[in-house]
């Protein structure tokens, strides 16, 4: 299968990595801002064709697929333009940041019938999956979750330090990827959303903290708190409170509530999220069928994101 990736920064490289582990798999493409260091990008990862314009690599026969790790502003356009193309594609999180945009793949996408997967990382590091093995096992259910999404960005920087040539934003990015797992951790739809924010930075034009409670149809209750402004540690940090036990995920990592870790190695064939979301975007497409983290699956997180920007503006 050959690839083609947009994207050549800090996740760009994430995924090159992952893919690197995953037999059948030729990235035959990059795309990038600026030709030189995307250039020295493809030079490392032997990626043959290089272009700065994604219709440009659309344009190429062998293509099979397209992986999207471009600013969120484009993600959904770049998406539609992809199955437009002909081409199964995995868009990383965010899918949109609007609700129309969002609709908006999703109706191409039942109109082609490719694959279109979105990058909820969560859903596959193997911490989150140990959780969900056990909830799908009956042995225990979400009380509550509390999550810590936490960085600082006070200048307009990307995850490896490096300025950013776009705006990131607490709600449509990162808010995401808890909406979207507190939703599928407890089997059931959010019901109830509020969200109350911070300040607005003076130069970047975003708020810089938020908080959001959430409420499942299932009786389970999640509490994200979001920052920007935050001086260590970094990351997103997960609390789940169940009816049979208490979990801390962080990323990859594990731990029971008295801090005791917990072996995930045997969970899946990795122990890096990203390769086995993407071992998932291939295998969906060889077997023909929906993959978890669809655009279909996630498209409800999307409209709950929504409606707290509504609320939010209110």
């Known amino acids: 299968m050959k690839i083609a990736l947009a994207g050549a920064g800090a996740f760009g490289i994430k995924h090159l990595d992952g893919i690197k582990n995953i037999d059948g798999i030729e990235v035959v493409a990059l795309v990038g801002r600026t030709f030189e260091p995307t250039q020295e990008v493809a030079t490392k990862y032997g990626i043959p064709h290089v ?59 039942k109109e082609t019938g490719l694959v279109c997967m979105v990058g909820h990382t969560r859903r596959f590091n193997p911490s989150h999956q140990y959780v969900h093995n056990k909830i799908t096992a009956g042995e225990l259910n979400i009380q ?16 490896l330090g490096q300025p950013r040539s776009w705006t990131d934003h607490l709600l449509w990015h990162h808010a995401a990827h808890t909406v979207d797992l507190f939703a599928y951790q407890a089997g059931s ?45 970094l990351g997103t940090f997960f609390r789940y409170i169940c009816d049979n036990g208490t979990f801390i995920a962080r990323y990859d990592d594990l731990v029971n509530g008295k801090e005791e870790a917990i072996d995930v190695s045997h969970v899946n064939v990795s122990m890096n999220g990203i390769e086995l979301q993407d071992r998932e975007f291939f295998a969906a497409i060889r077997e023909g069928r929906e993959p978890n983290s669809s655009v279909a699956q996630v498209l409800p997180c999307y409209k709950v994101l929504h409606d707290l920007e509504k609320e939010l503006q209110a």
């Open 189 to 233: 739809p959010i019901v109830k959303a509020n969200a109350v924010e911070g300040p607005t930075h003076p130069e970047l034009g975003i708020a810089m903290d938020m908080s959001i409670q959430l409420k499942a149809a299932s009786g389970a209750i999640c509490t994200l708190s979001l920052s920007f402004n935050n001086d260590g540690p």
């Open 144 to 159: 509550q979750m509390d999550v810590q999404t936490y960085f600082f960005r006070r200048k307009n920087m990307n995850a």
């Open 51 to 109: 272009f700065t314009d994604l219709h440009e690599a659309l344009k190429l026969e062998e293509v099979d697929a397209v992986i999207l790790c471009t600013p969120t502003q484009m993600h959904a356009q770049q998406a539609i333009a992809c199955m437009k193309a002909g081409k199964h594609v995995q868009v990383e999180i965010p899918l949109a940041d609007s609700w129309e945009e969002a609709e908006a793949v999703m109706n191409l996408q």
